[in-house]
């Protein structure tokens, strides 16, 4: 399982739009092939900052299959214009986990 992290720094007073705008999109990472799970955590140390986690089963769902679709486009229309600066993704692997996880 590969985990794609995006940092998004939102530009103040969009926090709530871009909430609704993430809502209203969770849908096309769903629909996407590989899709396992998305989550949206808000940074209680900095206002406007959020981390949007999306469970992915290979890398290439994420940056072939996803990025290259039309869901993607839809995705950026959404939520781009909440942007205070160009979002910055990461993408990991588990190398270790506590029992019971």
């Not at 926090?15 to 609704?20: K, L, M, R, T």
């Not at 214009?81 to 993704?89: E, G, L, M, S, Y």
Request: glycine residues 6%; aromatic residues 8%; hydrophobic residues 50%.
């Amino acid at each position: 399982m590969i985990l794609e992290t995006a940092e998004l720094a939102i530009a103040p007073g969009h926090e709530a739009a871009f909430e609704a705008a993430v809502a209203e999109a969770i849908p096309l990472f769903l629909a996407s092939p590989g899709c396992h799970g998305v989550r949206l955590h808000r940074v209680i140390e900095s206002p406007g900052l959020y981390r949007l986690l999306v469970d992915w089963a290979t890398l290439q769902d994420h940056t072939e299959t996803f990025r290259g679709s039309e869901s993607f486009a839809r995705w950026r229309a959404l939520v781009s214009p909440h942007f205070a600066a160009p979002p910055a993704v990461t993408h990991s692997e588990e190398a270790l986990a506590s029992a019971g996880v």
